[in-house]
């Protein structure tokens, strides 16, 4: 969010009858700004109920502010459903906005908020995806110099301490982004274990250096996509969602596909661990299905020279790349 923002001006209805509103209706209180839709699944309702806590901590002077919740759905979101919204928040100082669309676009322009319907699931909903931060402003309607706001600086804990020299990248300041924002285990041993595996693998086979890059930076580029600082402006910010979609979609697997880690991955795994668990799991029915359903041509068709990175991949439990004569069962 820019240090600089325009002042508070807009022109739409509120969600008290639909009555014409604008900035000017709501000098000399403290207002929060923030744009969202009723049918977001987590992001606004969340956010809301933060800026609950926030006027929970004010104090005496919470009837000066007021918080104005601005629809980016405005097809969907009348000024009964708004108000039915926001009021099961805070019926006192929450107010729902909306308008046409070419009045929602030129506020949302004005405050540089990104945001676009997303395709139409098979029941004709939908969800809009946009840029979610908090604008406050004055009793004047005018932004301060240099605010923030409140959800980007959740409570940091140790990793709050930062170097003072701003722009100089310290380890206190790489730690902090290293820190995750919402810690999962789940994320961690799977990025533990695939590098451990794909580590042990690469000292029993030949893996090329560019194969070992191509893992590990796709690797590293899914763990920064889920597991640090950056996932808060990842779920918040329009375009920062793109690029996590970009990268958790396409450019991680991509790489991680082309480093082919498979051998690597089976080669890991302790020859014991093989044979005492996963041998038996590889001779079920299921798991001989799903080798059959990816293994290209017909059941019974000898394996071609060609076929042998994917038929190694076919029994993990095998040793090296060597296959018995024949076809694939």
Request: proline fraction near 5%; glycine fraction near 6%.
């Amino acid at each position: 969010m820019s240090d600089h923002l325009p002042d508070l001006d807009f022109s739409l209805v509120d969600d008290d009858g639909g009555a014409r509103v604008t900035g000017r209706s709501f000098e000399g209180r403290t207002t929060l700004v923030y744009f969202g839709y009723t049918h977001c699944p987590n992001v606004c309702p969340e956010t809301m109920a933060r800026l609950m806590q926030v006027l929970q901590r004010v104090g005496p002077d919470t009837d000066r502010a007021r918080i104005l919740f601005i629809s980016v759905d405005p097809a969907r979101d009348t000024p009964a459903l708004l108000r039915s919204y926001v009021h099961a928040f805070d019926d006192r100082h929450a107010v729902g906005l909306t308008g046409t669309d070419r009045a929602i676009e030129s506020v949302a322009q004005r405050y540089r908020v990104a945001y676009q319907m997303e395709k139409r699931d098979p029941d004709g909903a939908y969800e809009v995806t946009h840029s979610s931060a908090v604008y406050i402003f004055d009793a004047d309607g005018h932004a301060p110099a240099r605010h923030r706001s409140r959800f980007r600086r959740r409570h940091r804990g140790r990793s709050e301490a930062r170097d003072p020299r701003e722009g100089r990248l310290t380890m206190s300041t790489l730690l902090y982004w290293l820190d995750p924002w919402e810690r999962s285990l789940t994320v961690v041993i799977a990025v533990l274990v695939a590098g451990i595996l794909f580590t042990r693998g690469a000292w029993h086979v030949r893996v090329s250096m560019s194969r070992r890059i191509a893992f590990w930076v796709g690797l590293s580029a899914l763990y920064v996509a889920l597991h640090t600082r950056l996932d808060y402006f990842f779920e918040h910010e329009f375009f920062m969602h793109r690029l996590q979609q970009l990268v958790l979609h396409h450019l991680g697997p991509f790489l991680i596909a082309l480093s082919y880690p498979g051998t690597a991955l089976r080669e890991g795994v302790p020859f014991a661990w093989r044979q005492r668990w996963l041998r038996p799991a590889a001779q079920t029915r299921l798991a001989r299905a799903l080798r059959h359903r990816l293994q290209p041509g017909d059941r019974g068709r000898a394996v071609r020279r060609a076929d042998l990175p994917l038929a190694a991949l076919a029994d993990p439990l095998q040793g090296d790349a060597r296959l018995p004569a024949g076809s694939i069962a």
